[in-house]
């Protein structure tokens, strides 16, 4: 009987001793977001993020939304919410992408001499670039704003090309880029609970970008070939996000 007691004395102590540091993991997620902190321009920035919204984003594009955040408040300590990250329009399983004479666009000039214009090859030099956050709406405590269909927050996000090129030629390159892409706005934004540390949550858009180098010719008819090379920008992805305001 002397030695159940034991054990059951040592196992409630044992659940004592253990419950502080229960608590203390319990206190590393908020609403059932992990909570990852980043160190940016002197100021702490507290990512709040969902397990599967987190294995969507790299440390360097988790680090570019901290940063964002920081030059927009002056607060040295920042609360923000990753909410939504959007499909990526193409998956860069290689670098570097090399074509036999891809997206062929035969013309003749006004002199009536012919042409072919494409692109040989696209070469990824920077993955998951930040463009600048789009504001979206603020909302105060204890209130939600509501859109509707013709009142939504829209961005374009545009691909683009440059190069000292025919526009014949850097319009084959143009065509094997994702093109425009059209960022809605949910319908429906809330703001912090009543009694929340926030007075409001200011929602934001960012959109990413894979950066690179293209080389693109045209082909004489009559013979020879004029080569050009010059750089891109693709759209891939979004991330929309809030920060806490206090």
């Known amino acids: 009987m002397r030695k159940i007691l034991s054990i059951s004395m040592s196992l409630f102590m044992f659940i004592v001793i253990l419950m502080p540091a229960m608590a203390q993991a319990k206190n590393n997620t908020v609403d059932g977001h992990e909570k990852v902190l980043i160190n940016v321009n002197n100021k702490k920035v507290n990512i709040n993020i969902s397990k599967e919204n987190k294995q969507k ?43 036999n004479k891809k997206n062929q666009q035969d013309s003749i000039t006004p002199m009536g001499i012919g042409y072919t214009d494409g692109v040989t090859a696209f070469r990824y030099t920077n993955l998951d670039r930040a463009a600048a956050a789009k ?41 094997e880029l994702t093109g425009t892409y059209t960022y809605t706005s949910q319908l429906t934004y809330n703001g912090p609970t009543i009694g929340s540390a926030y007075i409001s949550f200011n929602y934001y ?8 180098t293209w080389t693109g010719y045209r082909d004489w008819w009559l013979g020879g070939t004029d080569w050009y090379s010059g750089n891109f920008s693709e759209y891939s992805h979004y991330t929309e996000w809030s920060m806490g305001i206090k």
Not at 136 to 150: N, R
């Open 57 to 99: 984003l790299s440390k360097k594009e988790l680090t570019t939304l901290a940063e964002q955040a920081s030059e927009v408040s002056e607060n040295n300590e920042i609360d923000i919410f990753v909410h939504n990250v959007g499909l990526k329009q193409k998956e860069k399983i290689n670098k570097e992408k090399e074509f």
């Open 135 to 175: 504001f979206i709406v603020s909302v105060a405590q204890g209130s939600t704003k509501q859109f509707t269909s013709s009142t939504q927050v829209s961005y374009k996000f545009s691909s683009s090309v440059s190069g000292n090129a025919p526009s014949g030629v850097t319009g084959t390159v143009a065509a």
């Open 205 to 212: 858009v960012t959109p990413f970008y894979d950066d690179g």
